[in-house]
């Protein structure tokens, strides 16, 4: 600590601080920025450079350059146009359910009720669970079709057992996904739902705006940035959905759960098959940044309005 | 219930809909916990009572799944420790001297390096693994713990730059300057004022870290096997060869989650803050 700071003079000529003011910022960011350059954008240019050849680990002393051959390929063999449809569905189907019951939760929350703060504390819980502890946990215990637990409320009730991996795997995953990420739906609306000023609604309620009214121009429009929030970083990291996956149904039965990093899994470590994942990677990135430039935007505006 | 301060002042209709959401919220409640709770109970129960049908809910608890969890277990919290510990450390090394410049010499560029490291977030993991993967081999770095430190590092440092970045621009400016006026260098504002003055923030930080890194499922199956894997390695392998041992897994599970949990639950203001980097407050 005191190796690295010097004797100043005592005497501060204003210049001398200055250069050192001049030079050190830049000096202090650069370790993490080459770091990160290392790490995420030589390795994507790595993937780009790779998707260009048939490369393939079983043999690769052969590697031609194919052009475009492995995108062609990816998107016109319709089951690969099945696993592009099984990302969207996935991340689209868990994002809107983990907003509507995360909306619907943090509305219940933000009452005054007793047992509320412990609740608010043990309802976060399920984001906080590894994924993949999720997906052994829910394939082998709570969807089990003999010895499950959903299976027992379905015979029970008087139904039929249910093979829920096998008949309707992927309504499965997006169960199992969406158990995940409604506390973080919860919290984050929740927290938004808490900055609304309270004189803005007792300002309402004395114009004698009605409950309905009071949510749709006041609470929604307040709302309005934690939704948002929630959308893009949910549709950021459910697009990249892999340990529910690899640990309850494997991408199946057939491709029925295959989504795009499960696919690139696949291919790159059972099939060795480098060219094609590196192409399959390559889309997921796009698909993932073209989302992502509009989040930029949105976080920008709010920090920058943050008065910081 | 009607003794309760919070409804004392609200008409009777008022007081019977309060109530009837406040079952719905507890019955809701108990619904997402279900699965947890479910999991906790077979990890006491023996292997019969937790393949019981129908559901065995009322038994003696016993320990001796954890016993025979720990065998496995041991190793991958050990790997899963250095990994988290490791990369929280280095992201840190890493992050704080880049987040303190940003917040205390901004310049017109602070706002595009921020956005930058922001956005490698975004960066799929699948867009990069195949070069890491092929680089790891001729490098040795396959299933090693340095190995998966380094990956770790890298998807923790933009979370580090950003909340510490955001705790030091909380720390009144009027600080730096009067050390300055005092001849204070740069590595003692760094050292002296903006250390010690985010230390509630580096905790946060370091919590939600340790959290990812524990939790994180895809470099850890891709890129170790046996020498340097994780618990999330150790608990997918109950996905085949040991699915049949019920009560044995949900032991081992719950000997997984259970630290991440605690460490959630309290730091679950500071959750939001570095899950959404600073968006929502």
């Known amino acids: 600590m005191t190796a690295i700071t010097p004797p100043t003079t005592v ?18 960011i650069w370790p993490a920025m080459l770091y990160l350059i290392l790490t995420t954008q030589v390795p994507f240019f790595m993937t780009v450079y790779y998707s260009f050849f048939r490369y393939n680990l079983v043999d690769p002393s052969s590697r031609p350059f194919i052009g475009v051959q492995n995108y062609v390929t990816l998107l016109t063999d319709p089951q690969n146009l099945r696993i592009l449809g099984n990302t969207v569905l996935l991340a689209g189907g868990s994002l809107l359910l983990t907003l509507i ?31 993949i502890v999720t997906a052994v946990i829910w394939k082998n215990m709570l969807l089990n079709p003999v010895f499950g637990f959903f299976s027992w409320v379905v015979a029970s009730l008087g139904g039929q057992p249910v093979d829920w991996l096998a008949q309707y795997p992927m309504a499965s995953v997006i169960a199992m996904v969406t158990w995940e990420w409604t506390p973080f739906a919860m919290l984050i609306l929740l927290t938004g739902l808490q900055s609304l ?112 | 219930m009607t003794a309760s301060p919070f409804i004392r002042n609200v008409s009777d209709r008022h007081r019977v809909r309060n109530i009837l959401l406040t079952v719905l919220t507890y019955l809701l409640a108990a619904a997402f916990l279900f699965p947890l709770v479910w999991m906790f109970m077979a990890a006491f129960k023996t292997e019969a009572q937790a393949f019981a049908a ?3 809910f009322s038994f003696t608890p016993i320990f001796d799944n954890f016993e025979r969890a720990l065998p496995g277990y041991l190793p991958a919290l050990k790997n899963s420790l250095v990994a988290a510990v490791g990369s929280t450390i280095l992201a840190f090394i890493l992050g704080l001297p880049a987040a303190f410049a940003l917040a205390v010499y901004p310049t017109r560029r602070a706002q595009g390096v921020l956005t930058w490291m922001l956005s490698t977030k975004f960066m799929p993991a699948v867009g990069v ?41 909380e720390i009144p400016f009027a600080i730096y300057e009067a050390a300055k006026v005092d001849g204070a260098t740069v590595g003692q504002e760094f050292f002296r004022i903006a250390l010690p003055l985010s230390t509630p923030g580096m905790a946060a930080t370091a919590l939600l870290c340790l959290i990812f890194a524990w939790n ?37 599970a719950v000997l997984t989650v259970l630290p991440v949990l605690i460490f959630g639950w309290v730091a679950q203001r500071q959750l939001v803050r570095g899950l959404s980097f600073g968006a929502v407050k």
């Open chain 2, 129 to 169: 693994i195949v070069p890491l993967f092929l680089l790891f081999r001729n490098l040795q770095l396959l299933d090693t713990l340095p190995g998966l430190i380094l990956m770790y590092t890298t998807m923790n440092l933009p979370l580090v730059v950003w909340m510490m970045h955001s705790y030091m621009t």
């Open chain 1, 197 to 308: 000023p309270d004189d803005q609604i007792e300002a309402a309620r004395l114009d004698g705006a009605s409950p309905m009214q009071e949510f749709r121009h006041i609470v929604l429009p307040h709302w309005m940035q934690a939704i948002q929030v929630v959308v893009l970083m949910e549709t950021i990291a459910l697009l990249q959905v892999y340990g529910e996956i690899y640990g309850s149904t494997s991408g199946g039965p057939g491709v029925a759960t295959t989504n795009l990093p499960y696919f690139i899994y696949q291919k790159a470590f059972a099939e060795y098959n480098i060219g094609l994942a590196s192409a399959a990677g390559v889309i997921t990135v796009i698909l993932t940044n073209i989302l992502a430039v509009y989040l930029l935007k949105l976080i920008n505006r709010s920090t920058s309005s943050r008065g910081g």
């Open chain 2, 54 to 56: 129908p559901p065995v």
């Open chain 1, 101 to 131: 019951l995360g909306g619907a939760l943090a509305l219940l929350l933000n009452r005054q009720f007793a047992g509320r703060a412990l609740l608010r504390t043990l309802m976060i819980s399920s984001f906080l669970v590894m994924p």
């Open chain 1, 11 to 28: 005497t501060t000529t204003s210049p001398a601080p200055k250069r050192g003011l001049r030079l050190t910022p830049s000096v202090l």
């Open chain 2, 216 to 252: 994180e499922v895809f470099f850890a199956l891709n890129l170790t096997s046996s020498d340097a894997a994780p618990l999330s390695v150790f608990i997918g392998s109950f996905k085949t060869s040991m699915g049949l041992f019920w009560a044995q897994l949900s032991a081992a």
